[in-house]
């Protein structure tokens, strides 16, 4: 089996989960900036976190032989101090011709608060200025399907945006056709607690079909597990779904989509 994690909060884990992914197939894994679990208060601890997913983790993954690539922004959760938001958001190009960086994310919805959208357009206004890919996150349990609604409203009014170069991530069954019917790609998030299991993800993929679809482990420093997509590998292939059937689901599906931005490449391809 060979797979790509296209969400996962690396700088959280140990040493013994890359090895464990790697093991179990992983070719690349790509990180998007998040909330550390506790707000930042200056600009340069945001500048210190972007050093850390351009350089310090790349180079961590790659003493496991594994491609690392990054996503950057200010989470929603600390999105509230406009201030501060302004200025993170200021020091975003300074980084984005680095050679791991892939686009603007994960932006996005927590509360669906004024000052979070006010945020969010912000990053979509800097993503459509540099030529960025977008990955967004969508809110938690009942705040899901307005914060959605609210995240699309909001990309289709901007003419800049290519639905197809944004993927919105977090969608459960109440959110998945929203997105994909607005055209933009949707990504499944496995967790023990929360969001999606494997058998809800397969679910869906049976439901909706895999054109512009993908999942992810997004583990992080709370209760996650780094080999959740192998395990819904797995799920698919004890449902009877075939092996090529897993590969484009979970290898070809992220690459097709983490392609439209030259700089992810796989070693030994062009
Ligand atoms: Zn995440």
């Known amino acids: 089996m060979r797979y790509i994690e296209p969400h996962a909060h690396m700088v959280s884990r140990t040493t013994d989960d890359y090895l464990a992914m790697v093991t179990a197939g992983c070719q690349a894994v790509c990180e998007p900036a998040f909330w550390a679990g506790f707000d930042r208060h200056s600009v340069d601890g945001f500048y210190d976190y972007f050093c850390q997913l351009t350089e310090h983790e790349p180079n961590r993954a790659a003493k496991f032989g594994l491609p690392h690539f990054a996503w950057l922004c200010i989470n929603p959760k600390e999105a509230e101090d406009l201030k501060l938001a302004g200025e993170v958001i200021d020091i975003i190009p300074r980084f984005l011709d680095r050679p791991n960086v892939l686009g603007i994310g994960e932006i996005g919805l927590n509360k669906n608060s004024r000052n979070e959208l006010a945020v969010f357009e912000k990053h979509v206004d800097l993503a459509a200025r540099h030529g960025q890919l977008i990955l967004i996150h969508t809110p938690h349990l009942e705040d899901k399907r307005k914060g959605t609604k609210l995240i699309v409203d909001s990309l289709k009014s901007d003419g800049r945006i290519k639905p197809g170069r944004v993927i919105i991530d977090h969608v459960e069954e109440h959110t998945i056709e929203l997105v994909l019917d607005a055209g933009f790609w949707a990504g499944m998030t496995l967790y023990p607690e929360s ?57 070809q599906n992220p690459i097709r989509f983490l392609g439209q931005s030259g700089k992810f490449k796989l070693p030994g391809s062009q």
């Open 195 to 251: 969001k999606c299991t494997a058998a809800r993800a397969v679910d869906m993929i049976e439901l909706y079909g895999r054109e512009r679809l993908w999942m992810n482990s997004a583990c992080d420093w709370g209760v996650s597990v780094p080999l959740a997509v192998p395990r819904a590998a797995l799920e698919m292939r004890q449902r009877g779904h075939a092996a090529e059937t897993v590969d484009e689901m979970i290898y």
